[in-house]
């Protein structure tokens, strides 16, 4: 096994089949998937609605080339319009979140003419560009999470755009800015002419309980970046830019061009994936069901008060964070040989399961931390 680069430690696993919240390994055994993959699969592994979009597809059009439109890319783009409040807007879509990001800036710093982008300090923007976080990055200014005082000395003159993520599951897992400190940078970059970039790979398509996180925030955007989710686990994502920003870009345009944009493969699973999340409430379901589990983790924290750190959540997007003498890390590598994937950073737990998660579900999960949590103590 394994002829595969490390770039990135491996579970040493080779999976074979995903359905609904579970992922098969070779030897047939079942992992509920608290982890989505990477936060992709919201509505579920396979689909059969999307499978089926995508066999059907396959055999019409997968790709053809970026000079050209499909109903599919139109008819999304109206949908993303519609589920951003972005109307009379346009989208593009390209494969990757990072991709969609990376686009996102050009166009902000192309249209501003200014360099830099603010972000805050604990979100995560892309693997790569100007959103990678790295000291060479001279295109980042980084704002420290609710650091109400801080806002007041940005140079926002110097400012292209505020890339905001409103719930970081990479970084400092798990956590979401303070409404008042996010109103204060959006209202200072908007008096400053600087945009305001939705940051939405992780936290749309209904992670929070709302289509995207930034509608939890009083706040007006100009771009939202859609990816993960989108597709579901196929490699879909979007730009999506108000009615002004177009105006804006019609009258100033760049090129920009990758061999996937637009691709009607992608654009049909993320047309389905849309509907699915609407007829089958998930919205509502994200809120509910995340409500039900940070109801249960507040309990194991009630109950092992001098484990448990911390307990956060926003819809199904939730994290658990265990005191310092506690391995949180052997907690995880426990729950994983119990047939439990869950992520793990700074001594927390990081849930974000597909929407379609059942009570039975989260009910197991509690139970298996509960077990390792008493066995610790005894
Ligand atoms: C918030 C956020 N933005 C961007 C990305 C990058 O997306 P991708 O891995 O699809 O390039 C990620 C990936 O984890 C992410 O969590």
Redesign the pocket.
Known sequence: MERIIPFYPSARKMLVKSEGCYQYDSDGKEYTDFESG??CANIGYSHPRISGVIAEQAKTSIHHGYKFTNPFAEKLSEELGRITGLYNGASVFLS????A?NLAITLSRHLTGRKKILKIDN?????YGW?QISTDNETLVNIHANDIDAVSAVDFSEISAFVL?TG???IDIVRFPDSDFVRKIANLAKENNCMIIA?E???GMGRTGKWYGYQHYDIAVDMV?S??GLGNGY?V?ALTVSKDILDRFEADPFRYAQSHQNDPLGCAAALEVIKIIEEENLLEASVKKGIYFKEQLEKIRAEYPAYVKDVRGKGLMLALEFEQHIDGEEIHNRLFEGGMITGYKNNSLRLLPPLVITENDIDKFITELDKLLHDTKN
């Open positions: 990477v936060w990757s979140g990072s991709e990001v979100t995560y923007l892309s693997a959103g993520e970081g599951a990479s940051e790979v992780t936290t970046v990816g993960k490699p994502s």
